[in-house]
């Protein structure tokens, strides 16, 4: 890798730049973004080595590309770069769905490049944005590539090396299983935060509410603080799924609701042991991040 | 106050004596507990001086009695204590829902002493036992006091000197707001994680669902890791005021999943835009812990 372009300078692409700096990575970094002031800010604070407003420009002559934009941009900018990419250029992704990123790579390539390999990178903080942006966001923290059958082995090893070096854990899963995993555990709590929020607020005593609320409160909405438009994006890309998790929860949160209701304390009870110890469990295997 | 007895030696039994040796209480505090080996390990640690296991025992010559156990085991313990008080005792306690509590006391005291003021300290961790006690966890914390009618201004006064020696900010308000406030900001929250934790646990591949859990996860999820008898107990305890948020919540939830199922993408924005406003706003008032 010589040569590195990240379309999108946000808080990803930001740490993507500053963790492969801190690995070692001498070659040219080149940011793209239709923001200009990202653009200056990720200048000023050093994080890319090079500025483009252009995906043709920013792509010319990079064997690595990037592409760390929310997933309802992400066709928009493969059809900008496809007529501009190196022949051997590694195209990858970031997205926090993977079958519409592929579908969108599909409808700009009549054959898919088999230098393309969509990932993502399970990390990240409420906070948007290149001037959040840290080295170590993905140290000890999985990324997920999902190679498709056109997808050349050259390619996969590049991508797992480029993630490899930023202190990631890389794993090798099916796009759909991907989508269902993270509809789970990342996109229904977000649903549901959002929400939680939005209710609380649009009630007359919001204020009140919100003075009294503490640190479990601030722990459990902090994801509601996350951006709306890429959360937007997201809850389209992976409607099906997210749909299937959603529906499965509120039957649940139903029926928890009529034991409450009928004064069943052993059903409130077990789930939430069940809770409990799945939690638990869970600490466990969740390494903290250094 | 020269003699505080704790009853109930928990999380927030040992903060409270903990936090009152820190501001220079210099009297005898008694602990309380049928668990002989919270009183041990509460011993062992210099946070009470001396242990009981027979409440009567505890609560003589106290002029400060704290009952801190589980809300559901608050008119038991009230029962217990009520023959062997001093006669000028203050009793308080630190339950999260006050309108069981208070019918809790009714039920026990066929007309309340003047010393009773219901009390609730909004601050906690997901770790229980006295074990996990610090001195510092009120501090910047509210706490909500909310005398009856037959509450006495020397009580009250001794209940908010107690609290605010421990660092917290003290508030007073009526019973019903309180309990309402309470639905919304914490019961609602972890019934949520409770529920959530558990939809998740009972899927086929659960083990692979949390293994590709992120710090979203692990931070929406934490108070999953509450006390389930607790948390049981509060729900019967505040089972109208949280029924009342919790179908308010079900409705906007399934309102959002019709939304996404229409492809209704203005709808899902304005909801992720307004609960993110409000839950940036709220991070402007909530002070971080020390």
């Given at each position: 890798m010589d040569k590195l372009c990240i379309i999108g300078v946000g808080l990803i692409g930001g740490c993507l730049a500053l963790a492969q700096r801190q690995a070692g990575f001498r070659g040219e970094i080149v940011g793209c973004d239709r923001d200009g002031s990202a653009l200056e800010e990720a200048l000023a604070l050093g994080i890319i080595d090079r500025a483009e407003v252009e995906p043709a420009r920013a792509v010319a002559g990079a064997d690595t590309v990037v592409v760390a934009v929310p997933v309802g941009a992400m066709e928009a900018v493969f059809a900008a770069i496809a007529p501009h990419l190196d022949p051997g250029a590694v195209i990858t992704d970031v997205g926090s769905t993977k079958a519409s990123v592929v579908t969108a790579a599909r409808s700009v390539w009549s054959s898919l490049p088999p230098g393309f390999v969509p990932a993502h990178p399970i990390a990240g903080t409420e906070k948007s944005g290149?001037?959040?942006?840290?080295?170590?966001?993905?140290?000890?923290r999985k990324v997920i590539l999902t190679p498709?059958?056109?997808?050349?082995p050259a390619a996969l090893e590049r991508v797992r090396t480029l993630w490899r070096d930023t202190g990631a854990e890389v794993v090798v899963m099916p796009v759909a299983h991907h989508d269902e995993v993270l509809a789970a555990t990342s996109h229904l709590p977000h649903l549901l935060a959002f929400t939680l929020v939005d209710t609380l607020a649009r009630m007359d005593d919001s204020w009140e509410i919100f003075r009294y609320a503490a640190g479990g409160f601030r722990d459990f909405t902090?994801?509601?603080?996350?951006?709306p438009v890429m959360w937007h994006d997201i809850c389209f890309a992976n409607r099906e799924a997210i749909l299937g998790v959603l529906t499965r929860l509120e039957e649940d949160l139903d029926t928890l609701r009529a034991a409450i209701d009928r004064g069943d304390g052993e059903y409130v009870k077990a789930v939430f042991q069940r809770a409990k110890r799945a939690r638990d469990h869970f600490s466990t295997i969740f390494i903290e991040q250094p």
């Amino acid at each position: 890798m010589d040569k590195l372009c990240i379309i999108g300078v946000g808080l990803i692409g930001g740490c993507l730049a500053l963790a492969q700096r801190q690995a070692g990575f001498r070659g040219e970094i080149v940011g793209c973004d239709r923001d200009g002031s990202a653009l200056e800010e990720a200048l000023a604070l050093g994080i890319i080595d090079r500025a483009e407003v252009e995906p043709a420009r920013a792509v010319a002559g990079a064997d690595t590309v990037v592409v760390a934009v929310p997933v309802g941009a992400m066709e928009a900018v493969f059809a900008a770069i496809a007529p501009h990419l190196d022949p051997g250029a590694v195209i990858t992704d970031v997205g926090s769905t993977k079958a519409s990123v592929v579908t969108a790579a599909r409808s700009v390539w009549s054959s898919l490049p088999p230098g393309f390999v969509p990932a993502h990178p399970i990390a990240g903080t409420e906070k948007s944005g290149v001037g959040a942006a840290f080295p170590t966001l993905f140290r000890g923290r999985k990324v997920i590539l999902t190679p498709l059958p056109e997808t050349s082995p050259a390619a996969l090893e590049r991508v797992r090396t480029l993630w490899r070096d930023t202190g990631a854990e890389v794993v090798v899963m099916p796009v759909a299983h991907h989508d269902e995993v993270l509809a789970a555990t990342s996109h229904l709590p977000h649903l549901l935060a959002f929400t939680l929020v939005d209710t609380l607020a649009r009630m007359d005593d919001s204020w009140e509410i919100f003075r009294y609320a503490a640190g479990g409160f601030r722990d459990f909405t902090r994801i509601a603080s996350s951006d709306p438009v890429m959360w937007h994006d997201i809850c389209f890309a992976n409607r099906e799924a997210i749909l299937g998790v959603l529906t499965r929860l509120e039957e649940d949160l139903d029926t928890l609701r009529a034991a409450i209701d009928r004064g069943d304390g052993e059903y409130v009870k077990a789930v939430f042991q069940r809770a409990k110890r799945a939690r638990d469990h869970f600490s466990t295997i969740f390494i903290e991040q250094p």
